[in-house]
């Protein structure tokens, strides 16, 4: 039964069609089926499955991508909330678009993946200053601050991580905060995230979220 549940919520993402999929949620709910089960059994494995599709479809698109890891992130936030124990949120993350950057998408998809992962997410927005990175994941006690810069300049330019390792360094808080970042110029240059001083980059959604936390585990007692 619980398997009817899950072929009709992924082809409803397939077809970016939200209100189905939450349809099938709710459905799966009145079933019986308990929050954590459509987390881990349903929700998680969809993302999963898009990112495959889309690694060997080149049909997949832009869309569905974005729709899924959307979802995926408001039924968790529905699903988290009626846990019958309150899950354990593995880490904090503060997540922003460098200075002078406006590209959101890949940052809202990197979000929803983060989401579905338990870990807890503060997301400061596009155009983010590099000290606003460091006071707000000092404020929200986060161990990763994660970066998204889809243009070279800001990739790569002195404003955003850059700036952000220079202001840990200063303040002493290396030891305290792991530095992730992604977008297109570190897919082109797979070297260029250690040269402006991050920790660690992904290509997507799903690996941003294994990488992140590896990156918190290293943080943790
Ligand atoms: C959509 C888009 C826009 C939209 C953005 C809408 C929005 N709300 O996001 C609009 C139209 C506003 C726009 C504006 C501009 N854009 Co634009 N844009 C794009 C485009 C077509 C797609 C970007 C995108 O959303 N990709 C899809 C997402 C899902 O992928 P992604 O961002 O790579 O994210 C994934 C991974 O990178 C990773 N990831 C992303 N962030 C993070 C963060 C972390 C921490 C981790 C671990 C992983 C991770 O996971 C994500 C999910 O899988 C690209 C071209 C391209 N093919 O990349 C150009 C592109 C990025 N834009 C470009 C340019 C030049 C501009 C403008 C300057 C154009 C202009 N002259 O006005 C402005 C800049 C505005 C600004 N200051 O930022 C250039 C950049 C060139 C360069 N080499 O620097 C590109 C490459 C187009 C081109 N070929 O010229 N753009």
Known sequence: MFHSFIKAY??????TDRESALQVIDKARAHGHSPE???????????EEMMDTLSED????????????????EVSEKMLAQFSRPPATVGRVVIGTARGDLHSLGKRIVTGCLKTMMVEV???GVNVPAEQFVTQAIAFDAQVIAISAMMVHTANGPEGCRKVRQLLRDQQLEHRF????????????????????????AADGVSAGKVILNCIRELQP
């Open 122 to 124: 503060l997301d400061l």
């Open 58 to 73: 080149p049909d997949a698109n832009l869309a569905q991508h974005f729709m899924t890891a959307q979802i995926a992130a």
């Open 178 to 201: 792991r530095l992730v970042v992604g977008g297109a110029p570190y897919r082109f240059d797979e070297q260029l995230f250690q040269q402006v001083g991050a920790d660690a980059w």
């Open 37 to 47: 089960e459509i987390i881990f059994q349903l929700v998680i494995p969809a993302v």
């Open 10 to 15: 992924n082809d409803a993402v397939f077809d």
